[in-house]
């Protein structure tokens, strides 16, 4: 039987007729620059081919799924893919509904949980019914209360669920937030109605409402003045402009008035009101929605403190736990917990959930194991970064048994402190030890040299990579001349060191902070310097950094965003012209969004190709987006979506324009040599090589080669972006803007998905910012990074309740 897994020709993207043998049941390390053709050679290539070989062995139909560009693969197994993008948007989706851990816990409070009587408030003890406590949507019986009879309702899981309205909150359905306009961003306080107070009116719309507003006051007996300034306004006034005749707050104080019959007569709106009735009509349309957002606050829910559940359920406990508690334990406190859990229930109780504590503490010692124990429940899974995500479905995986798969992971260390890598090691090689291929694209020299075998590929990226330039041991590929990624598994390569700044006389300091589980502490942030946050996962780095400070910053500087998290006060604003946040948040929810439109290096292309057509086109016909020169059956996208009833849609190649998103007639422009198609699937790097004697779209393309992103192409869907890329190209469209005032830079992790090489270009533009006399501060688990910083600010000793205290700062 062949041990190996034996790809020949594979040519797709950059790949240059790659040839090679991966050794089956061993951890397998890609690696190579960012761009070099790793993700091509594993996610498109191996894994694609995986699918497709095993679908059709099932006897499905898999024409809708393309045979890769290569002569053959032998050896293949079932694959499973563990990539960046598996992310749940949703609001409702927590860390514990995910895992199921949570689904777990409901089952736990509804079997042997203690609940107050209504009536008497005594607590009434467990049923132990015969019901199916799994039933999501039984109807509780009821028990009598042993101390004054009353009825009261038997707790099921549904009870504990939030999105069960049994169990969920009826002010938030279950949310644990509710939304509402910033009206700090919809009217100018300082000028009146007449002069344009209201931001979104234009002067037709302000005159057509300045007559509404004046029915409307006079039906119910206000003074209005269209000339005097909305903070000069009178309460009630304020409030009809603000929220309307039918909203509550203002119907709260004319209880027995109705409202004006027609919209003519006074039937005024209200300018919050109306954004958010507009809001909840478009709420499907994203582009819509993510601009609308930016003018709205979200706070905790008031009547559940952001709980997401109703009262009734917050109530019930097991040994004076609530299921509310239980969800904020970090997972290593929750696994303890359950532990101690055998001796504080009776032998009763313990027959009706031993089951359900066994399965519990299996699921919760994964996650520990995959290095997220200092998560909590009920964290909502938008707010993970992609390494968390991932290595909950690492997890997941381990518990399923199954053996004789590949599995194929994208950087599982995303976001991993140092000491925290070694445990996610022993995982890797545990799935490993099933049985199991385990192939992981990685930069973590601590995984490269725990590694069964290391497949290097480049030499460069885009265009330059593509190659197998190394493979072998560890130890092999660091000995191998003419790797990068050997000279510095070697040290042949040393790291970049720090320019040694130190501290510095201006700085920013935040006083008692205690947000989340920091622990009012003080920091102080030397200004003019580059700043690294260091500290285990969950230490509290960027509730610090992104919840208090960039928070804080948006309000000082602009008016503007959520609430800062909890602390005494920030200093030293007066040092600094703006803050810049560039979080892993994407750029854009929308598919056609990509790195050329988003950079804005797309509109001086079109120019250059509309002066190519000789007049005969405009710089509309070679957009993608509005009709005239793109194709029509796909509208632009280059792929159509066809649903499959039962299964996840698919995209499949558009037939009128195979994929190339325009009319033939747009395509028969070419410049130098390419046309609008061939420049979208060019990588930025190669693009600038086109593009260099046109100065709008060179600038652009070269900051985002310097920040690390020359192997990107620049049609790639903003969707399909790393959160290290989407920061890195907003990084670079922020490094475009001219700076005139001393500017304070927040990142998240700018390294993620970067080799050490493009590590070292990435840094030299931070430290260019920091010569012009700007602030950088980043958060970073990078050790690269961390030595080549000016001053180290270290939270933890760990994470969730064991961090949030200052541990040390200082320089490297």
Known sequence: MDDSIHVTGARLHNLKNVSLSLPKNKLVVLTGLSGSGKSTLAFDTLHREGQRQY??????????????????????????????????????????????????????????????????????????????????????????????????????????????????????????????????QLVDEERSVADGAVVS??????????????????????????????????????????????????????????PPATVSAGRFEGVATALMRRYAERIDDVGYREKTERLMLKEPCRACAGTRLRAESRAVTVRGLGIVEAARLPLTELAAWLAGLREQVTPDEWLFVEPVVADLTERVRRLVDVGVGYLTLDQPTPSLSAGETQRLRLAALLGSGLTGVLYVLDEPTIGLHPSDTARLIDVLRRLRDLGNTVLVIEHDLDVLRAADHVVDIGPGAGRDGGRVVAEGTP????????????????????????????????????????????????????????????????????????????????????????????????????????????????????PRSNAATYSEAFTPIREAFAARSGGRLTA????????????????????????????????????????????????????????????????????????????????????????????????????????????????????????????????????TGLHAADTARLLDVLQRLVDAGHSVVTIEHNEDVVRASDWLIDLGPEGGAGGGQLVWEGTP
């Open 201 to 258: 009116w234009h002067p037709k719309a302000t005159e057509r409402n300045l007559v509404l507003l004046r029915a409307a006051a006079e039906h119910y007996g206000l003074a209005f003045s269209a000339n005097t300034p909305i903070r000069q306004l009178a309460p009630l006034t304020r409030t009809l402009l603000l929220h309307g005749v039918e909203s509550p707050e203002f119907r709260t104080h004319f209880p027995d008035t109705e």
């Open 620 to 751: 509309g016909h070679f957009s993608f987006n509005v009709p005239g020169g793109r194709c029509e059956r796909c509208e632009g996208a280059g792929v159509l979506t066809v649903h499959m009833h039962f299964l996840p849609a698919v995209e499949v190649r558009c037939p009128a324009c195979q994929g190339r998103r325009f009319r033939g007639e747009v395509l028969s422009v070419r410049y130098e040599g390419y046309d609008i198609a061939e420049v979208l699937e060019a990588t930025v790097e190669e693009a600038l090589d086109v593009f260099a004697e046109v100065p709008a779209v060179a600038t652009r393309l070269r900051r985002m080669a310097d920040v690390g992103l020359g192997y990107l192409p620049l049609g790639q869907p903003a969707t399909t972006m790393s959160g290290g890329e989407a920061q890195r190209i907003k990084l670079a469209k922020e490094l475009g803007r001219r700076a005139t005032a001393r500017t304070l830079y927040l990142l998240d992790e700018p390294t």
């Open 55 to 184: 679908m059709e062995s099932l006897g499905m139909v898999t024409g809708f799924v393309s045979k890769p560009a290569v002569d053959s693969i032998t050896g293949l197994s079932p694959s499973i893919s563990v990539d960046q993008h598996h992310t749940n948007r949703s609001p409702r989706s927590t860390v514990g509904t995910v895992t199921e851990v949570f689904t777990y816990l409901r089952l736990l409070w509804s079997r042997i949980g203690v609940r107050p009587c209504p009536s008497c408030g005594e607590r009434v003890p467990p049923a132990h019914s015969s019901a199916s406590p799994y039933d999501e949507d039984a109807e509780p019986g009821t028990t009598p209360c042993p101390h004054c009879g009353t009825a009261v309702p038997e707790p099921v899981m549904g009870t504990f669920s939030f999105n069960k309205p049994a169990g969920a909150c009826p002010e938030c359905t279950g949310l644990g937030e509710v939304i509402r306009a910033d009206v700090r």
């Open 475 to 590: 130890e092999e590929v660091a000995a191998t001349e003419g790797s990068v990624t050997g000279a510095y598994l070697s040290g042949r390569l040393p790291a970049p060191a720090s320019k040694g700044r130190g501290d510095a006389v201006r700085a920013l300091v935040v006083r008692g902070a205690r947000e989340h589980n920091l622990k009012d502490i003080t920091v102080r942030i030397p200004l003019g310097r580059l700043v690294t946050l260091t500290g285990p996962s969950g230490s509290g780095k960027s509730t610090l950094l992104l919840d208090i400070v960039d928070r804080a910053a948006r309000r000082h500087f602009y008016r503007a965003g959520d609430v800062p998290g909890a602390n005494d006060g920030i200093d030293g604003w007066e040092h600094l012209g703006k803050v810049v946040t560039i979080d892993q948040e994407p750029i854009s929810r929308v």
